[in-house]
């Protein structure tokens, strides 16, 4: 379940064609191995960065996505995707990771598990 701006969220919203506010949904599947998903919607166009933590708060890997219009980016060919890799391209370990997207003022964390 994801943290938005206090709000629990746990299920993507219907399909938008703009969406009315920018969101950070739960990732898909959830627990995962070895790759997983994360949806997201933006009201308004920003440059958009996904950072992945460990559950000591080291980042493990920064994904900068660059500048992406407003719209939804919730099918697998739209979301972002996570290899399960950190920055040094080696398979992460079988835990609990959190992941934080920001898109200009916006920012929010979910958490998430690979299990393998």
Known sequence: MCLLGGV????????QQSPDKTALLANYPNPFNPETWIPYQ????????????NVKGEMVRQLALRYKAAGNYLSRSRAIHWDGKNRSGEKVTTGVYFYRLTAGDFSATCKMLIIK
Do not use: K, N, Q, W
Not at 9 to 15: E, G, K, L, T, W
Not at 42 to 53: D, G, R, W
């Open 8 to 15: 629990v969220a746990s299920a993507a919203p219907a399909v």
């Open 42 to 53: 933006l009201s308004t166009s920003a440059e958009v960065t996904l950072a992945i933590y």
